[in-house]
Every structure is written in C-alpha cells, then in structure tokens.
T-cell receptor, first 110, second 115 residues
Framework: KQEVTQIPAALSVPEGENLVLNCSFT??????LQWFRQDPGKGLTSLLL?????REQTSGRLNASLDKSSGRSTLYIAASQPGDSATYLC?????????FGAGTRLTVKP | EAGVAQSPRYKIIEKRQSVAFWCNPI?????LYWYQQILGQGPKLLIQ????????DSQLPKDRFSAERLKGVDSTLKIQPAKLEDSAVYLC?????????????FGQGTRLTVV
C-alpha cells in the first residue's frame, strides 16, 4: 500500500526567500506525481504533473523534481510571495488511484 | 473549458440524517474520483469510477456511504445515516484517462458538518 509523507507539516518564511517542500513515497512503481495547491476553504488547484519517465517540470517560479528510485519529490518555489501562502499537497498516481500526503502549510510573511 | 462542478458548497445536518452530494466532471473525462478530506489531513480516496463502472471502492464505508455515476457522466455520493466523524470536505475530481499519467482536476468541494 502506497504511503505518502510530506515534510515539513508547516513552514513560515519571509517574502523573497527560495524554499523547498518535500514529498516521499514508499512504492516506486508510480505512474506520475502531481503537486497541488489548496487555499483555505477551497478545492485543489493543480500546479505541476510529473510523469514517471520525467525528472522535473517547471512552471514559472515553481520547479518540481522526481526521483523514483529514492521515492522522493521536491517542489522548489523561487522568490516566494505572500500570495504563495497556502497548503501544498503532493499526490502519487499508481495503477488505479492517487494517494495524497497530508500537505505542507506555507506562510510567506511580507 | 468548464471545470469540475460540485454542489452544494456547504451542508449542515444532524447525525443520523442523510445527505447527497453531486459532481459534474470535465466533459470527456473518463475517470471520476470522490475524496474525503478531514481538517488538517490530506484527501483520502473513497471511490473511483471509470465511465460508469467502479474501479476502486476499497476505502468506502459501504454500510453508510454509496455512490453512483449514471451514464458515465455526473455522479452522486450519499451518506445515510451520517455520523459526527463524517464532518469533512468531500472533493470530486476527474481525469481524462483511467490510468495514471493524466492530470487530475478538482472541484471546489462540499463542506459537510454533522452536528
């Protein structure tokens, strides 16, 4: 059974800092890994999707990497802004489902 | 392109009552998921449909929860009778393919409070 862990559970940084969020998973036989953003009281917004054959994906200030052999993914946020404050969730796609971590709650202070 | 639509956005019911949630996925998406997200936790898969067939419902509490996807499009999730621990946000998502490899899109969710 796939287990997904996200560290840290919460992170507070000053505006402008570069930061890294971590996601680890126990079963390396994955189809893809997806990073989501969730604002309070809202649904999930897809940020990046990395296929199992890929090593990284980039979108604007976001860069996500995937290392299947070690069961890890990182989400790098460059030059953080207060608007980046949200909970970030990673989801691992296996054969038939997506398993989520508990998320990292990010606060970017002005 | 329209996103995943869910209704209602909020629902408050008393324990032992019944409740139903509705989801309309993105047009053309074969796969539909229902997730339960308890405050402070990541979403937990309840049931996954491919078109109108169930792919995975291993984590669905079948004594009280039921779901259907008529004609392989809209879906409803029902709870009867509700318990206090069912208070959560219920999220619907859809993706183009039944297998992993395609992006999943989520609705805004239905926040259920059982009192």
């Amino acid at each position: 059974k796939q287990e997904v862990t996200q560290i840290p559970a919460a992170l507070s940084v000053p505006e402008g800092e570069n930061l890294v969020l971590n996601c680890s998973f126990t079963d390396s036989a994955i189809y893809n890994l997806q990073w989501f953003r969730q604002d309070p009281g809202k649904g999930l917004t897809s940020l990046l999707l990395i296929q199992s054959s890929q090593r990284e994906q980039t979108s604007g200030r976001l860069n996500a990497s995937l290392d299947k052999s070690s069961g890890r993914s990182t989400l790098y946020i460059a030059a953080s802004q207060p608007g980046d404050s949200a909970t970030y969730l990673c989801a691992v796609g296996n054969n038939n489902d997506m398993r989520f971590g508990a998320g990292t709650r990010l606060t970017v202070k002005p | 392109e329209a996103g995943v639509a869910q209704s209602p956005r909020y629902k408050i019911i008393e324990k032992r009552q019944s409740v139903a949630f509705w989801c309309n996925p993105i047009s053309g998406h074969a796969t539909l998921y229902w997730y339960q997200q308890i405050l402070g936790q990541g979403p937990k898969l309840l049931i996954q449909f491919q078109n109108n067939g169930v792919v995975d419902d291993s984590q669905l509490p079948k004594d009280r929860f039921s779901a259907e996807r008529l004609k392989g499009v809209d879906s409803t999730l029902k709870i009867q009778p509700a318990k206090l621990e069912d208070s959560a946000v219920y999220l619907c998502a859809s993706s183009f393919s039944v297998r992993g490899g395609t992006e999943a899109f989520f609705g805004q969710g239905t926040r259920l409070t059982v009192v």
